[in-house]
T-cell receptor
């Protein structure tokens, strides 16, 4: 198993544009979480999804949205991009998202907004 | 609101010397604490969690509820310990949401 995979690895957008980031969890994992990591800071929780339902949401504006598909892969969408959205976006998966489980992180997508 | 603080951005030690990474937290309930590590060009991975009370790669961490701390320690640092370390807290009432500290970069010199 390749572990959690994310695409693309890098992308560059301009202010006001829209971006979609993708995540494929480890095979058998049904829960996906998204984190934003701004340079020099720790990851910050954005969303958690389990069985296509949102289970948790961090303190992010409505410009950020996500969804999970029947195959448990997930997309993170960001509208009306701002310079401050430039960050590494991490996806993590676990079997059911329950507190006892370890989360496994992907390599991240590095987004640069110009 | 929960918060995790790692006061040191960078720790530089010589090989064989002890290393201690500080982590303090604020949380009103009963926390679950973790240390994650990110080696160069690798993804973020779990190092240890306080409920396991185990030693991983020679590292240990003790949860001190009185001081609200979860410091990570290793008595003899190795060059392969050079990495970025993040302390994280999980709110058991919020699924598996993790709140991370800002991270400490450890550099072990030969």
């Amino acid at each position: 198993d390749a572990g959690v995979t994310q695409s693309p690895t890098h992308l560059i957008k301009t202010r006001g544009q829209h971006v979609t980031l993708r995540c494929s969890p480890i095979s058998g994992h049904k829960s996906v979480s998204w984190y934003q990591q701004v340079l020099g800071q720790g990851p910050q929780f954005i969303f958690q999804y389990y069985e296509k339902e949102e289970r948790g949401r961090g303190n992010f504006p409505d410009r950020f949205s996500a969804r999970q598909f029947p195959n448990y892969s997930s997309e993170l969408n960001v509208n009306a991009l701002l310079l401050g959205d430039s960050a590494l976006y991490l996806c993590a998966s676990s079997f059911s998202g329950s507190p006892q489980e370890t989360q496994y992180f992907g390599p991240g997508t590095r987004l640069l907004v110009l | 609101a929960q918060r995790v603080t790692q006061p040191e951005k960078l720790l530089s030690v010589f090989k064989g010397a002890p290393v201690e990474l500080k982590c303090n937290y604020s949380y009103s309930g009963s926390p679950e604490l973790f240390w994650y590590v990110q080696y160069s060009r690798q993804r973020l991975q779990l190092l240890l969690r306080h409920i396991s009370r185990e030693s991983i790669k020679g590292f240990t961490a003790d949860l001190n509820k009185g001081e609200t701390s979860f410091h990570l320690k290793k008595p003899f640092a190795q060059e392969e310990d050079s990495a970025m370390y993040y302390c994280a807290l999980r709110d058991k009432a919020a699924g598996n949401k993790l709140t991370f500290g800002g991270g400490t970069r450890v550099l072990v010199k030969p």
